[in-house]
């Protein structure tokens, strides 16, 4: 056997890897409560893929409601839509939830809950397809805005 054929089981699974279809999601975390009964909020990074898809809904087993929110800055002040028809991805594009715009409210979360814990996420798309992954539990943020929500 020559040296060659011994590299070309890594080749055929980098060819596999490839051709899987992108997560829809990626990238999620929970930025936990200040306090307990406050909300907490959920950050992550969305896909089109190949075709476009739009989110319709977030859940969570650790929250007892959530709500879809963008905030938006209108002459200096902190404004709070909530996301009522959904967010569109374009094909092979990419829609961030992150601080200070959109997010996921997290309500009625489960108490004990602590930075490094995985907190499940479950996303509804329009056309039926849905998403559960596991987000990182973050400690909640000194200077984050949404402690005022
Ligand atoms: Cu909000």
Redesign the pocket.
């Known amino acids: 056997m020559s040296p060659k054929v011994s590299f070309l089981p890594v080749l055929l699974v980098l060819a596999a890897c490839s051709q899987q279809p992108a997560a829809p999601v990626t990238d999620a975390v929970v930025r936990l409560p200040a306090a307990t009964g406050r909300?907490g909020?959920a950050y992550f990074t969305l896909h089109g893929g190949e075709t476009g898809r739009t989110l319709v809904s977030v859940s969570s087993p650790s929250a007892g409601r959530t709500?879809m929110?963008d905030?938006t800055m209108s002459d200096g002040m902190m404004t709070?839509t909530?996301l009522t028809n959904g967010v569109a991805i374009p094909a092979k594009g990419q829609v961030r939830f992150e601080s200070g715009g959109k997010?996921?409210?997290l309500f009625d979360m489960k108490s004990g809950l602590k930075s490094g814990d995985a907190v499940q996420l479950r996303f509804t798309f329009s056309n039926g397809e849905t998403a559960a992954i596991d987000a990182k539990a973050e400690a909640p943020g000194g200077g984050d805005m949404?402690g005022g929500?």
């Open positions: 909300p909020a709500e929110h905030m709070m909530p997010h996921v409210m949404h929500h």
